[in-house]
Every structure is written in C-alpha cells, then in structure tokens.
C-alpha cells in the first residue's frame, strides 16, 4: 500500500473550487505539505499543516482562496481550493518529509 494517495483533482472553469485529499498510511508524521507543479515549471509549496495542532501554512499565491485541513480518525489532509485560476492548473503532490505521492491533477478552464 502507498504511503500516500492523492484524490481529488479535475477540470473546472474560473473561479470554480475542488478539494483535493491525501491519504496517509502506515507511518506517523508532525505535518503534511502540499505542492504542485504547473506545466512546464518546477515544483513549488502550496500549503502544509501541523498534524498535533492543525496549524496551516499558504504559499501567497494561494493565501486566502486555499485552505488545508486534516482528519485525525481517517488519517487525511484536505485542500480544499476556491476562486480557481488558470495559474493554478498543475500537478499536485501530498509529501511527508521525504515521501511524495503519485500526483492528482488540476486543470482550471479560463
């Protein structure tokens, strides 16, 4: 079983909104981050979360349209994206420290 296991993703149009989900298995971990890589471009931060608190972390490109969130009992993280923008179309990863998973992607329509 992969340790981690992104869902979520589609096309949407402009200012649409998705939520993306990475399930954890088989370890314990003190927080979880999310990045993406848009087409052509390196990888870049998103979003992270302190698992024992819930203390959230945004990149300022997603400040205030993304939020993150976790379920303690299903062992996920959640990013739930708003206001979509053709900028945020990407490949997006759930990583804890050096585990990454297989990737879900995000299209948005202008």
């Known amino acids: 079983q992969a340790p981690l296991v992104e869902a979520g993703g589609g096309l949407v149009q402009t200012g649409g909104s998705l939520r993306l989900s990475c399930v954890v298995s088989g370890r314990t971990f003190s927080a979880l981050g999310w990045f993406r890589r848009p087409p052509g471009k390196d990888r870049e931060y998103v979003a992270a979360?302190?698992?024992?608190?819930?203390?959230?972390y945004y990149a300022d490109s997603v400040k205030g349209r993304f939020a993150v969130s976790r379920d303690k009992v299903k062992n996920t993280v959640y990013l739930q994206m708003s206001s979509l923008k053709p900028e945020d179309t990407a490949l997006y990863y759930c990583n804890v420290q050096t585990n990454w998973g297989q990737g879900t992607q995000v299209t948005v329509s202008s």
């Open positions: 979360i302190s698992w024992s608190n819930g203390l959230q």
